[in-house]
């Protein structure tokens, strides 16, 4: 029965891709460097490679053995926490065609926030999961959130999901390794102190967490002290780290450190980035997420990261739910991103919450951003 409906998932994802590609080849808002330091981007082949009719949101993009790798949660009930949540991860060999390589959930507990790593020669799909029970809780307890992993060696064989241990407590997010080591973005609240609600980003930290086998996990360093969320870490080949980390409703900042990461210095962007990115692409810093324009409402954007500054260069076709890019590299000026959004409507009129993906080139540059990210 499995077998059959994944089957069938599979039909309706190919035929939906097919029937919308023309319908999603939408008006890319792309931004034209106005300084010479900027360089100018083409967005081009936008497509929706995803919906099944559920609510598909939060990607990551990866390519490994020569493989392109696609993960994002799919869940029958919406955005919000359900136990009727999974991650899905597909595959491709082009970026084009996509194709079911695996499925995954736990009992009782919301999945949310796939994120992948390869570490040590394989690769892990980890996620974040909200406890649940039976139904979706009425208070979401924060402090009994758990990260799990899957783990191949091919990209097409699973391990079931694997609870990570030393992960109790924390809603953890993007991963990076660097020497031998694995790192992950842990959010929790300070001393695991209990709140009326869920939610109380004035007593939320995050945390560097570190991991020798990618599976059991130990603190390294406090990085943000209050308004912690979620953050991707972008380490140098010297071991020093980048990172951009969600924070207010208004802003978002950047976190930098050297080993052994004792030491951190913050400063604040200018936006707000929800489901934040950050890639090397070539020797230039790319920054993705959400952003809240005035009467436009969210979009998912892409930035060039240039002196600690942010510079839009692309706007992508987005609205409602949305964000949580995944890039992948294809040359130092051709890239592939994936994001979700809820800016479509099905033929009956309904809102649909669908994956998407365009392909990324660089078109001119007129200086050399190495090491421009400080």
């Known amino acids: 029965m499995i077998r059959r409906n994944w089957q069938l998932l599979e039909q309706l994802h ?9 319908a999603c080849a939408c008006i890319v808002t792309t931004v034209n460097a106005i300084e010479p330091a900027t360089p100018q981007v083409r967005v081009t082949n936008v497509r929706r490679v995803f919906y099944n009719g559920e609510h598909n949101a939060f990607t990551d993009l990866v390519r490994f053995r020569d493989r392109f790798y696609l993960t994002f949660r799919s869940c029958p009930d919406g955005h ?17 065609s996509w194709r079911p390589a695996h499925r ?55 391990s079931k999901p694997i609870m990570l241990e030393g992960t109790y407590g924390h809603f953890i997010w993007r991963a990076a390794a660097h020497d031998g080591t694995a790192y992950l973005c842990g959010r929790r609240k300070r001393e695991f102190v209990e ?20 599976l059991i996990w130990q603190k390294r360093a406090l990085f943000q002290t209050h308004y912690g969320n979620e953050t991707a870490f972008l380490f140098e080949p010297d071991g020093s780290v980048l990172a951009v980390a969600r924070f207010t409703l208004s802003d ?11 030491e951190w210095k913050r400063t604040n962007l200018d936006r707000f980035i929800g489901g934040p990115l950050v890639a090397k692409w070539g020797n230039r810093y790319l ?7 005035g009467d436009k409402g969210p979009k998912t954007s892409l930035d060039w990261l240039v002196d600690g500054k942010l510079h839009e260069f692309a706007e992508l076709p987005s609205g409602g739910d949305n964000s949580y890019p995944g890039f992948v590299e294809l040359s130092p000026t051709r890239g592939l991103v994936s994001w979700y959004s809820s800016h479509e409507k099905d033929d009956s009129g309904k809102t649909i919450t669908a994956i998407y993906m365009a392909d990324l ?14």
Not at 83 to 96: C, G, K, Q
């Open 104 to 158: 995954f959930s736990v009992p009782k507990r919301d999945t949310r926030d796939p994120h992948f790593l390869i570490f040590k020669d394989k690769l892990f799909a980890y996620t974040g999961t909200w406890y649940c029970g039976d139904s979706a809780p009425e208070v979401r307890e924060f402090n009994k959130q758990l990260g799990y992993a899957v783990v191949s060696s091919d990209g097409r064989t699973w």
């Open 361 to 374: 080139e660089v078109t001119a540059s007129k200086i050399n951003h190495t090491n421009s990210a400080d």
């Open 14 to 22: 190919i035929s939906t891709f097919f029937a919308h590609l023309a």
């Open 80 to 96: 919000m926490v359900f136990p009727t949540s999974s991650n899905i991860i597909l595959e491709s060999d082009d970026a084009r």
């Open 195 to 214: 709140t009326p609600t869920d939610r109380r980003p004035d007593c939320e930290e995050s945390v560097m967490l570190e991991s020798k086998d990618g």
């Open 252 to 262: 978002s900042q950047l976190c930098r450190s050297k080993p052994p990461y004792s």
């Open 287 to 293: 920054v993705g997420g959400r952003k809240t324009v």
